[in-house]
C-alpha cells in the first residue's frame, strides 16, 4: 500500500478479469502521497475503459511523477484517458502507446511535463496534439510516431522549450504539411516516409548539434537550410543532392 512505483500487467483475458478486480478493489487505498510511477501494459485487453480510467484518476490523485500506458484491445475501446490527467501538476514524464485517443480539453495544463511520447495513439482532431503540446511549458523532450491508419491535416510542433524531437510519419499517412518552430532544439529526427506531397516548414533551430534526416520529400532544400547550425547530420533522401545549397 506504501509502494512508489506501480506496474500491472496480464497476459490472457483471465488474467484481465483478475487484474481488474484487485486494482478495483486495492488501488482506492493506495497510502503513498506520491506515486512516482504507473504502468499499465493492457495488451489484447477485455478491461473496461472505465475501470482503466478510474486507476489513473487514483494515481493522479497521488502527486504521480510518471505514467505509462500500453494499450490495444477488441474491438477498440480508445477512450481510457480521463480529463485530470491533462491538468496533473506532478506529472513529468508520460508515455502513451496503442489505442488510445487523445481528447484534450481545452482547459490542460502539464506546468512540469518534461517527457512525452506519443506511439501510434489516436487524436480526436487536428487541434488535440497542438492544445497539449501549447500547453506543457518546460517540455524537453518530444517523440509523435503517427499511427498509420490514422490522419492530420497539419502537423504543427511549436515548442521554445523543446530539446529533442523525433516526429515518424508512415507511408500512407494522409498529411498536407509539417510546420516545427523549436529554437532550443539540440537533436532532431525526421523520419517522413510519407509518399504523397506535402510541405515542410522548418523555422531555424540555431542551437541544433546533431540532425538525422530520412525523408521521401519531392524537395528537401528548405528542411536542410533550417538546421544549417547542426554539427552532426545524417541523411537520407531520393531527392537530387545538387538541389542543396553546398
Known amino acids: 500500500m506504501w509502494l512508489p512505483k506501480l506496474k500491472y500487467g496480464h497476459r490472457d483475458s483471465s488474467e484481465c478479469k483478475r ?3 484487485f486494482l478495483d478493489k486495492n488501488l482506492p487505498l493506495h497510502r503513498a502521497p506520491v506515486i512516482e ?3 499499465l501494459y493492457l495488451i489484447d485487453s477485455k478491461c473496461t475503459p472505465e475501470n482503466i480510467k478510474m486507476w489513473v484518476v487514483i494515481a ?3 502527486c504521480l511523477r510518471e505514467l505509462e500506458v500500453i494499450y490495444s484491445s477488441y ?3 480508445p477512450n481510457i484517458l480521463p480529463s ?3 491538468t496533473c501538476k506532478s506529472l513529468v514524464i ?3 502507446c496503442g489505442e488510445i485517443r487523445l481528447d484534450v480539453p481545452r482547459m490542460a495544463f502539464l506546468p512540469s511535463l518534461k517527457t512525452l511520447q506519443l506511439h501510434s495513439v489516436r487524436y480526436l482532431n487536428e487541434d488535440s496534439l497542438h492544445r497539449l503540446l501549447s500547453n506543457c511549458p518546460v517540455l524537453e523532450d518530444l517523440l509523435v510516431d503517427l499511427l498509420l491508419s490514422d490522419s492530420m491535416e497539419k502537423l504543427t510542433v511549436v515548442v521554445p522549450s523543446l530539446q529533442i524531437l523525433s516526429l515518424f510519419i508512415p507511408h500512407s499517412y494522409e498529411i498536407d504539411g509539417i510546420v516545427i518552430e523549436t529554437p532550443s532544439l539540440k537533436y532532431f529526427k525526421l523520419i517522413d ?5 506535402h510541405y515542410c516548414l522548418v523555422k531555424n533551430m540555431p542551437n541544433l548539434i546533431e540532425a538525422d534526416i530520412d525523408v521521401e520529400l519531392h524537395s528537401i532544400k528548405s ?3 533550417s538546421i544549417t547550425s547542426v554539427k552532426r547530420l545524417s541523411i537520407c533522401s531520393q531527392v537530387s543532392f545538387s538541389q542543396l545549397i553546398v
Open 223 to 225: 528542411l536542410i537550410g
Open 19 to 21: 487484474l481488474e478486480c
Open 94 to 96: 508520460l508515455e502513451l
Open 37 to 39: 510511477s504507473f504502468r
Open 60 to 62: 493522479v490523485s497521488h
Open 75 to 77: 474491438p477498440e475501446k
Open 193 to 197: 516516409h510519407n509518399s504523397k506531397s
Open 84 to 86: 485530470n490527467l491533462y
